[in-house]
């Protein structure tokens, strides 16, 4: 188990284990500000990707992507939508496919411009600029930090994956697997041995239960015992 991350130890895979959740935090701000690119040289905002199994809580994305735009990109020119808070540099993610802009759920790019004037918000993604509307603003969401579910498919420089025992009901095997080969160069697990355990011990799919049988049963005016269960 590693507590530092050092240049002359550079290796593409660490483990940290901290135990309590607010120090977790607090390894995660001072990780993406400063100790990895600082010995790595990447990139704070466009190469590392915070990555975490749940949206509550402290290491939820929602609680992540507060404190890291607080961090990484402090006092620029913003934009306040009700409970929301853009900023120019801010990383943001499209949350649904927009056909006439030709951007698609899970894009990620970088809010480029605020125009109060004319109500748009522009965000770059790789080489192109695509310009928002203020009442087109829930399509997207502040991405420092994304659920290990929306990264799939994704690859990024610097992966940290955030492992907490709270997330209990997501630890498994597959979701480590593909937080860890979401990283193409550096991977941080940070959290506790338990949480880690729990996840490489636990290799059955979640389930999901509907009342598939028991309405299809009473359609047929038949008893239908057990929910379905569907992978």
């Known amino acids: 188990i590693l507590k530092e991350i050092e240049k002359k130890d550079i290796t593409d895979f660490y483990f940290i ?8 935090l607090n390894q995660i701000l001072t990780l993406c500000s400063e100790r990895i690119p600082k010995h790595f040289g990447f990139h704070s905002i466009r190469d590392i990707q915070v990555l975490t199994p749940m949206h509550k809580g402290l290491a939820g994305t929602a609680n992540l992507n507060l404190e890291l735009q607080k961090e990484l990109n402090p ?4 934009l306040v939508r009700g409970s929301r808070t853009f900023r120019i540099r801010d990383k943001v993610m499209q949350i649904r496919n927009n056909y006439d802009k030709e951007v698609y759920n899970g894009d990620i790019g970088r809010v480029k411009n605020i125009d109060t004037e004319n109500q748009l918000l522009t965000v770059t993604y790789e080489d192109r600029d695509v310009p928002y509307d203020f009442s087109e603003l829930d399509e997207l969401v502040l991405a420092y930090a994304v659920s290990v579910h929306k990264s799939q498919g994704s690859e990024y420089p610097a992966v940290i994956l955030a492992l907490l025992p709270q997330h209990y ?3 498994q095997r597959n979701l480590i697997y593909t937080g860890v080969t979401r990283g193409r160069k550096l991977v941080v697990l940070i959290g506790t041995a338990k949480a880690l355990s729990m996840g490489i011990h636990n290799n059955k799919p979640q389930l999901r239960y509907t009342y598939l049988r028991e309405r299809l049963a009473q359609a047929a005016g038949v008893d239908g015992s057990k929910p379905t269960a569907r992978s």
């Open 17 to 24: 284990q901290e135990e309590e959740p607010e120090k977790n």
């Open 75 to 78: 006092g620029a020119e913003e």
């Open 169 to 171: 009901i997501l630890l």
